[in-house]
């Protein structure tokens, strides 16, 4: 299986997404603890090229903590890409994707001093309909992950339709049930019990793909300390202040002590396979 982390600053992305701020400064300690916590987790694989995995990270992080972007490189894990802020793509126009996407990508070179090669759009929000996005993503990227699919046909398919000569795609496994997309990882595998996970891990081998589960460094335990407190919120209204009170229980709190039994379960009977940019270079993304 394959294990890959959104390496972003909830805190920071939350005020950001809520027009609190534009940017501000980022919770280091924390981005450090989880990280640590995080890099524990890869090194204890029983498989050496497990030891390595793939950190999706914003570029405000190589910008403002390049240490610690340099530090995950050197332990030997793959730095990829997840936009310069934790933005939604969708509906931005191609020079503010191509400015944004351009800013991480050398952040996060000159931080880790190596090539980036991969890109997730922060929540899997880039431009599905239309090609142009995805079409910059192709000229900066050797592969992307977000875009997520249920068989083979429908990998083809999207790929055709964003017009992909060279860009390959390494998709997250999900399950539609009416129009909500299952996907395997982030909340999905913190609030549903261990089971859920067991399945749709059967289910991504039975259609062709490897499992990949992708996770967050507030999921790794309680993460209270990232909280955006009520008297910030305020300043939305009393109704939005307290529907993101609400909310942040879900991302920061709800069963993220489950998580660690759930991951420990899945590793106990898979192998840790290493970093996305050696998928992509295995024979089955030849295409
Ligand atoms: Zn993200």
Redesign the pocket.
């Given at each position: 299986m394959y294990l890959s982390i959104?390496f972003?600053d909830f805190n920071h992305d939350l005020k950001r997404s809520l027009g609190i701020w534009k940017t501000g400064p980022l919770n280091k300690d924390f981005l450090w603890e989880k990280y640590s916590i995080i890099n524990s987790l890869f090194k204890s694989s029983s498989t050496k090229k497990g030891r390595s995995g793939t950190f999706?990270c914003t570029g405000i992080i190589a910008s403002k903590e390049p240490e610690l972007i340099k530090k995950i490189s050197s332990d030997g894990h793959e730095i990829a890409c997840?936009y310069n802020y934790?933005d939604v793509m969708e509906g931005q126009s191609e020079y503010e994707i191509e400015k944004n996407l351009t800013e991480a990508k050398n952040a996060l070179e000159e931080a880790s001093g190596k090539p980036v090669h991969g890109f997730r759009a922060?929540?899997f929000s880039i431009d599905k309909h239309n090609s142009y996005q995805y079409k910059i993503v192709e000229k900066l990227f050797t592969y992307d992950s977000s875009f997520s699919c249920t068989t083979k046909a429908e990998l083809k398919k999207f790929k055709r339709k964003m017009k992909l000569e060279k860009l390959k795609i390494l998709p997250i496994f999900h399950k539609k049930i009416s129009k909500f997309k299952f996907r395997l990882g982030g909340s999905y595998l913190k609030l549903f019990p261990y089971i859920y996970s067991k399945r749709m891990f059967e289910m991504s081998l039975k259609n062709g793909f490897t499992p990949h589960i992708y996770l967050?460094p507030y999921e790794f335990g309680v993460s209270e300390q990232l909280r955006v407190p009520k008297d910030e919120l305020l300043s939305l209204g009393m109704m939005k202040a307290f529907y993101w009170s609400i909310r942040q229980n879900q991302w920061l709190k709800f069963r993220n002590e489950t998580l660690k039994f759930k991951l420990g379960n899945l590793l106990l009977n898979n192998n840790l396979e290493g970093t996305l940019y050696d998928f992509s270079l295995s024979t089955q993304f030849l295409n």
């Amino acid at each position: 299986m394959y294990l890959s982390i959104d390496f972003e600053d909830f805190n920071h992305d939350l005020k950001r997404s809520l027009g609190i701020w534009k940017t501000g400064p980022l919770n280091k300690d924390f981005l450090w603890e989880k990280y640590s916590i995080i890099n524990s987790l890869f090194k204890s694989s029983s498989t050496k090229k497990g030891r390595s995995g793939t950190f999706f990270c914003t570029g405000i992080i190589a910008s403002k903590e390049p240490e610690l972007i340099k530090k995950i490189s050197s332990d030997g894990h793959e730095i990829a890409c997840h936009y310069n802020y934790h933005d939604v793509m969708e509906g931005q126009s191609e020079y503010e994707i191509e400015k944004n996407l351009t800013e991480a990508k050398n952040a996060l070179e000159e931080a880790s001093g190596k090539p980036v090669h991969g890109f997730r759009a922060p929540m899997f929000s880039i431009d599905k309909h239309n090609s142009y996005q995805y079409k910059i993503v192709e000229k900066l990227f050797t592969y992307d992950s977000s875009f997520s699919c249920t068989t083979k046909a429908e990998l083809k398919k999207f790929k055709r339709k964003m017009k992909l000569e060279k860009l390959k795609i390494l998709p997250i496994f999900h399950k539609k049930i009416s129009k909500f997309k299952f996907r395997l990882g982030g909340s999905y595998l913190k609030l549903f019990p261990y089971i859920y996970s067991k399945r749709m891990f059967e289910m991504s081998l039975k259609n062709g793909f490897t499992p990949h589960i992708y996770l967050h460094p507030y999921e790794f335990g309680v993460s209270e300390q990232l909280r955006v407190p009520k008297d910030e919120l305020l300043s939305l209204g009393m109704m939005k202040a307290f529907y993101w009170s609400i909310r942040q229980n879900q991302w920061l709190k709800f069963r993220n002590e489950t998580l660690k039994f759930k991951l420990g379960n899945l590793l106990l009977n898979n192998n840790l396979e290493g970093t996305l940019y050696d998928f992509s270079l295995s024979t089955q993304f030849l295409n």
